[in-house]
Structure formats: structure tokens, C-alpha cells
T-cell receptor
């Protein structure tokens, strides 16, 4: 069974630009959640989607947004990029909503560098 | 919100058993305890999950006392490739904003 797939793996953007990251969950998994990981702040929860609806959201500004499609694939978007947005963005999927104690499985992440 | 506390770092030698303890004093009745392993530049990898008592799989064991206020991940006979950051995560229904990762434990396995 294929794991969680994230694209692109690496990208460089300029301040002020916007970026879209993509995530394909494990087949059959309907919940997708996103995390930001930086050396200073560690792993931080961004948001979670289930059945195309955002179910939970972390404490991030509105520049961070996401969506989920009917096939459970998800995208996250960051607008007006700032230097501090440079991070590893991780996507995870689970069989049901992550809000149930079910195990979440992470992708390899997308490395974003903002210059 | 079940906050977790783990040692920041640990050192061990190849072939030894390593035990990493996580404290979660505010664990809720319906919370599970899950451990993840993360190598540099990779996403965290699920190791083991439990609710109470003891759980064992092919790579680790998880010990949870009756009060569930702590848990211990046990890695038998570690090798150099077990050098990684290990995260303890506590959560159940209504994850999401409660899905808080601590700083993890950086395990260094020495030859």
C-alpha cells in the first residue's frame, strides 16, 4: 500500500509570493492533517480535513489555508510568504477523523525555503 | 489538553535496551498514547500505540501503568540506526488543536 505522498519535496519561494503544497493520503484514508515543523517551534498542527471539511485548525494566521477534494487529496496554501514560513510542511492521513485516537501516518514532507 | 513531558535527550550504546518515559498527568479517559520516530528531513513514523497496560510489536514495547499518567517506550537492543527523535503523543476524540507534539527525545546510539 502506498504511503502518504507529498509534492513538491523541495521548493524555494520569494517573500510575498504564495505557495501550494499537495498531499495524497493513503488509499482509503479520509482524514488529512497538516503540520509545520521548524527547528525553533517543533511540530505544530495547522489544520485537519475530513470529508472535504476543515474540522480543526491550529493557531496560525489566515495566510495559511487548505482544502480537501472528494478523493481525499488535500492542498495547503500559504499566501504572502514571510521568511519565517521556511519550514518542513508535513501531511498526515488516517482512516477516520484524526479526532478519534486512530493512528496518523505522515508523508516525507515538503521543504519550503523563503528567500 | 494533555501536555506531555519527555527527556530532551538520551545516549545509549548499541545492543542496549532503551527506555524513554513520557509524563502525561492530564491524560483524559478516552486518550490514546502514541509514539513516533523521526529521522532528520523525514516525516515522523508510527512506532506503537496503546491505551493501557502493555503493548508489544515487532519493534518496541509500550508500558502504561494503571493510572496512565505516564508511559514508557522500550526499544530492545538498539542499533546506530535507531538514532532519531522520539515523540510521545497523547490524544483521543477531538484531536486537532489538542494534537500537540512536545519537543521529543533525541536518542543518540553510540557504537
Amino acid at each position: 500500500k502506498a504511503g502518504v505522498t507529498q509534492t513538491p519535496r523541495y521548493l524555494i519561494k520569494t517573500r510575498g509570493q504564495q505557495v501550494t503544497l499537495s498531499c495524497s493520503p493513503i488509499s482509503g484514508h479520509r482524514s488529512v492533517s497538516w503540520y509545520q515543523q521548524t527547528p525553533g517551534q517543533g511540530l505544530q498542527f495547522l489544520f485537519e480535513y475530513f470529508s472535504e471539511t476543515q474540522r480543526n485548525k491550529g493557531n496560525f494566521p489566515g495566510r495559511f489555508s487548505g482544502r480537501q477534494f472528494s478523493n481525499s487529496r488535500s492542498e495547503m496554501n500559504v499566501s504572502t510568504l514571510e521568511l519565517g514560513d521556511s519550514a518542513l510542511y508535513l501531511c498526515a492521513s488516517s482512516l477516520v477523523q484524526a479526532s478519534s485516537g486512530n493512528t496518523i501516518y505522515f508523508g516525507e514532507g515538503s521543504w519550503l525555503t523563503v528567500v | 489538553l494533555a501536555k506531555t513531558t519527555q527527556p530532551i535527550s538520551m545516549d545509549s550504546y548499541e545492543g542496549q535496551e532503551v527506555n524513554i518515559t513520557c509524563s502525561h498527568n492530564n491524560i483524559a479517559t478516552n486518550d490514546y498514547i502514541t509514539w513516533y520516530q523521526q529521522f532528520p528531513s523525514q516525516g515522523p513514523r508510527f512506532i506503537i500505540q496503546g491505551y493501557k497496560t502493555k503493548v508489544t510489536n515487532e519493534v518496541a514495547s509500550l508500558f502504561i501503568p494503571a493510572d496512565r499518567k505516564s508511559s514508557t517506550l522500550s526499544l530492545p537492543r538498539v542499533s546506530l540506526s535507531d538514532t532519531a527523535v522520539y515523540y510521545c503523543l497523547v490524544g483521543g476524540p477531538n484531536y486537532g488543536q489538542n494534537f500537540v507534539f512536545g519537543p521529543g527525545t533525541r536518542l543518540s546510539v553510540l557504537p
